[in-house]
């Protein structure tokens, strides 16, 4: 089962003593419909990685087709996690694997590493995105998360940006992003 704050918040708190707010995946299920449903994506322009809170990585392939509904995503996530990795039915294609930590090591070496946080220099994506340097791998990090900015404390970022005077939820800004690239 995929713990989240709505549904498990009696469990987080007094079995875990942590924090329901902090279990958030419909944050992270929002965030893959965005992504996977992106021009971007479906132009082979975009490989998707997820770093949880206790640092385990899953790689999302382009072509896998992420559940509508959240309590099919969360069943389908349980699942991953339990087995580590999810197969095409119609072929032997991994669409979904946990691997192995830490995320960078997965990376182009030549990458641009920029991070989206309200913590950022605030920026105008129809500017910034269209100044970088495509001829390498562009690499975003976005916290996913419903507070704080988990992208100020990833020790190999060389930037971070803001695209919004206001704070956006994660999937807005992806697809601000994504709409520009």
Known sequence: MLLNGDDHASYISNRLKKDPADYRPDITHQCLLTLLDSPLNKAGKLQVY??????????IHP????????KRFAALF?????????RAEESSETLLEVIKSPVKQHLPSD?????MSTKGRLVN???FIPELNT?????LVVGAVAKGNPTMDVDYIQ???????????????????????
Do not use: E, H
């Open 50 to 59: 997820i770093t949880t809170a206790s640092n385990q990585v899953i790689k």
């Open 63 to 70: 072509s896998t087709r992420i559940p509508r509904t959240y």
């Open 78 to 86: 349980a699942q991953l996690l339990k087995r580590l990795s999810i």
């Open 111 to 115: 990458c641009t590493y920029i991070a």
């Open 125 to 127: 994506s129809r500017k």
């Open 135 to 139: 001829a390498k791998p562009i690499v």
């Open 159 to 181: 930037d971070s940006v803001c695209i919004s005077k206001y704070a956006l939820s994660a999937s807005v800004c992806l697809g601000r992003i994504m709409n520009t690239f």
